[in-house]
């Protein structure tokens, strides 16, 4: 077991099995659109690890799991940064588009930050009605999507990278779930489901890569050398279990909608406002 300092009135108890946890909760969850945020602060909360440093570990995991997605899709960014002309997600045009989807979440991040963290995060009922609602969200806009005219991610317009963009300020709230956001607005503006998640893997580096800098940035000074050993567990962990997440959930994509992410948000909400409710305490 390792025994990590008492920060603030946290006695924070960190053995090699909730590292392991957290990390596959963050690489399963963060590209599906179930809210890895969300279950991260129930994960926690379940165990008993809570806290400005725990926190802290579960922004540097993100990290892992960002790397997953620039491993699977290296061809796709190394395609950004040549000298490519015209429309698609390659050279000037793509970086474009990768721009506008990310500049909306980063101006409400910024002006927002102090507000979430000391109101919204680190509060299981404040995920359930994220959860709650996203999942119907989900459950109503499978049934009642525009008609997709995008089916590839280089017919992507600048006015679709900018719409989803403006879904994804929506993650702000915990629970609510980037990838869900993300997805959903694009197919709400007529991105091919399939399309759209790839889309949203992507987007999701920069945009990432800026919060998890940011944050990980205000806590350098509870950060000891004592703690490299478990964040490089939950880095790894989180890299493994996304890679495969992201694998697996593109294939589903290919004979499933999204329906039974939706009905198993409303499920889960239903257990954290059971679980909170005043006879189970």
Not at 76 to 97: D, I, N, S, V, Y
Request: charged share 10%.
């Amino acid at each position: 077991m390792i025994t990590c300092c008492r920060i603030g009135v946290w006695p924070i108890m960190l053995d090699w099995l909730t590292v392991v946890i957290l990390g596959l909760v963050e690489g399963i969850t963060e590209f599906i659109p179930v809210s890895s945020t969300g279950h991260l602060i129930v994960a926690g909360h379940l165990l008993g690890y809570e806290g400005e440093h725990a926190a802290t570990f579960e922004i540097f995991i993100q990290l892992g799991a960002i790397l997953a997605v620039v491993f699977l899709y290296k061809d796709t960014f190394l395609q950004l940064f040549t000298r490519q002309r015209g429309r698609g997600l390659a050279g000037p045009h793509g970086l474009l588009l990768l721009a506008l989807t990310t500049l909306p979440i980063l101006a409400a991040g910024f002006l927002l930050h102090s507000t979430i963290k000391t109101y919204l995060f680190n509060n299981p009922g404040v995920v359930a009605i994220g959860l709650g609602v996203g999942g119907v969200a989900i459950v109503l806009i499978e049934r009642w999507r525009p008609r997709a005219r995008c089916y590839a991610l280089g017919a992507l317009r600048w006015r679709d990278a900018l719409a989803v963009g403006l879904f994804q300020c929506l993650a702000l709230w915990p629970g609510t779930s980037r990838a869900a956001a993300t997805i959903l607005g694009g197919m709400l503006v007529g991105i091919e489901r399939k399309t759209a998640a790839e889309y949203s893997f992507l987007a999701a580096v920069p945009a990432l890569c800026a919060a998890v800098g940011y944050d990980l940035f205000k806590s350098r000074s509870i950060l000891q050398a004592s703690d490299i050993p478990t964040f490089a567990v939950g880095f790894v962990v989180a890299f493994l279990a996304a890679a495969v997440a992201v694998k697996g959930f593109i294939r589903l994509l290919g004979s499933h909608t999204l329906s039974a992410f939706g009905w198993y948000r409303i499920v889960v909400a239903l257990g954290i406002f059971f679980l909170l409710s005043p006879g189970q305490k």
